[in-house]
């Protein structure tokens, strides 16, 4: 029998859920446990949405990022049997590896190591991911290329570097990195509905990956071949295996409590080995997003309450964050707001003229608002295109993702910059073209 507040708080939290997935700002599936207890695992929207098949507990997503967790865990594991230590060096695993006397696996593991992140080559992403590739065709794409720093003087995410690791577990164990996952962690645990090679799946569970999908578009994303995302990004999973392996965590099955300890250790930039770390209530909060085409996911954890919080979207969805920080809202007895459906009104283009210009978010990130087909546009630095919808006056706001655009003005009410609204923050932003 479940306890009355536990029910009351899985109402709470499918009441979120659906309150997302009504508006299409989630389609996946979700699971939320406390203390051993699951209060939510339910699926929202559609896997396949040709043929309306719905997204159930079952349903099988590609993980993306959440991959760089079980590729760190192996390495802690190979430490553990003095098969390796993450402060040997890059040269002993690849000799002649430029630099590679002054990397460590460490840096690997915690982007400190200045190594070019692959996943930046456009045209590579555009054309080749869809393909298998040699690890002599994966490491040409960043070896040669020049650090982004001296190791372990900066941080830069990089799946480079985690493909390095799944590469030196393979030198080590003689074993292919699937296997090395399945022996330490996936047969071990029962995740029988975990893999790699998500192109070749063959599933009635597998989701179908959108770029977009609505009422009135569903885009197919293309599937990036396992030997590309790799150890960095190519794992997929159901949300009753990654509590799975959060209950294993937990109970130190896996890795023993110093190991985890080590894990969940911040170096730079609130990351340590494979997980982000921050707080909730004075207590360590462990997490990792992902994002691969056509699939958003993240896992969020308190070790010390055992909670454990995971949302798998094949929908693209840019909500994971926002509605991770609600679910914790609910779980902590926090005030937290449903999403609302937006108004729109109708802006006459002479009118959306007035707030075309440069607009700097931060040094390096600009973004340039245009006006396309009568609508306002914007383009931020070396990301994709998104339309602006009108809600008020010099109020703007995304459908695609909780941001807000506020204009600004000066004394003569010419435009002069926006504040960003987003997560809660609100960011000024001034107008430089």
Sequence with gaps: MVHPCFSQTSDQ????????????????????????TILLNKGYGYRNAANKVANNEQTIFQLGSITKQFTSAVILRLQEEKKLSVSDKLSKYFPGYPKGDSITIGQ??????????????????????????????????????????SPGTGWNYSNSGYCLLG??????????YEQAVRKYIFT??????????????????????????DDTEATTAPVVDSSVSFSAGAIYSTTGDLYLWHR?????????????????TPVKNQYGYGWSIDSIEDRRRVSHAGGI?????????????????????????????????????????????????????QVPEEKLKEYEGEYEIKPGLNVT?????????????????????????????????????????????????????????????????
């Design 188 to 213: 071990p645990l029962r995740m029988a509905h975990s893999g790699f090679d998500f192109t070749r799946l063959e599933s009635d569970e597998k989701a179908t990956g959108y770029f977009k999908l």
């Design 293 to 345: 085409p056509g699939f958003t996911t993240n896992i969020a954890r308190v070790p010390e309450d055992d909670v454990c919080v995971v949302l798998l979207s094949n929908a693209s969805d840019n909500t994971l964050g926002e509605m991770t920080q609600r679910i914790f809202a609910i779980l902590y007895g926090k005030g937290y707001e449903l999403p609302k459906e937006r108004t729109t009104i």
């Design 369 to 433: 608002m245009s006006i396309k087909a009568g609508e306002l546009v914007a383009a931020p630095t070396g990301q994709p295109t998104a339309i602006l919808y009108g809600e008020r006056e010099d109020f703007f706001f995304l459908k695609s993702a909780d941001i807000q655009i506020e204009f600004t003005r000066d004394d003569k009410k010419a435009i002069n910059g926006f504040i960003l609204h987003q997560n809660g923050a609100k960011i000024p932003c001034k107008k430089i073209k």
């Design 167 to 176: 590469y030196i577990i393979e030198e080590v164990t003689g074993k292919s």
């Design 13 to 36: 939290l499918d009441t979120l859920i659906n309150a997302y997935a009504r508006l299409h700002k989630f389609n996946g599936s979700v699971l939320v446990a406390k203390n051993g």
């Design 248 to 264: 294993a965590l937990q109970q130190n099955i896996v890795l023993s409590k110093p190991e985890q300890e080590k894990a969940y």
């Design 108 to 149: 690997l593991l915690t982007h400190t190591s200045g190594i070019y992140n692959y996943t930046n080559n456009r045209d590579f992403m555009a054309n080749e991911t869809g393909k298998h590739a040699s690890r002599e065709k994966m490491m040409a794409l960043f070896r040669d290329k020049p650090l982004d720093f």
